[in-house]
């Protein structure tokens, strides 16, 4: 059973970083890429990002779960690993329910993010949400490496 819970924890927390450096090198660069009209190519990226934290909150949950049955006590809870991965999860919904939405009211007052002068109060506003949703996602990558190595190592 031991080797199936680690099995469960590396998988989820894996998936989950995996995903994230699959997003950041490959999805949202072939967007801007590819697409000439920068607010579709915003608007595919953010829906995108939703279904990146749908799959990392997943993956909390089952990595916390997994912990807890592992170690036989909610105690496990506060191993490194663990709350790194609990730290991911907080700075995942923080960017999903705080940042991103707020960002979708400027992107909708604008109407066209791309067209907005940056000088417009609107597009700086927007401007420093996208820095705080991109250091938010920084955070939970470099998070999630140090756990998923720490998790790798314990025995």
Known sequence: MTN????????????WVGSIIYFSAVVAQAAFGTVSNRDQVGAFVGTALGGLHYLGVIAAI???IA???WGRSASSLVKPAALGVVLM????LAS???????MEVLRAQMGSVDATPSSNPL??????LHNISVQLESGVLLVGLIALFLTVRSK
């Open 4 to 15: 199936v819970l680690r099995f469960v924890q590396v998988f989820a927390l894996g998936t």
């Open 89 to 92: 999860l907080l700075l995942t």
């Open 123 to 128: 597009r700086a506003e927007f401007d420093r």
């Open 96 to 102: 999903q329910k705080v940042v991103i939405p707020r």
């Open 62 to 64: 089952v990595y916390l």
């Open 67 to 69: 912990t807890v049955w």
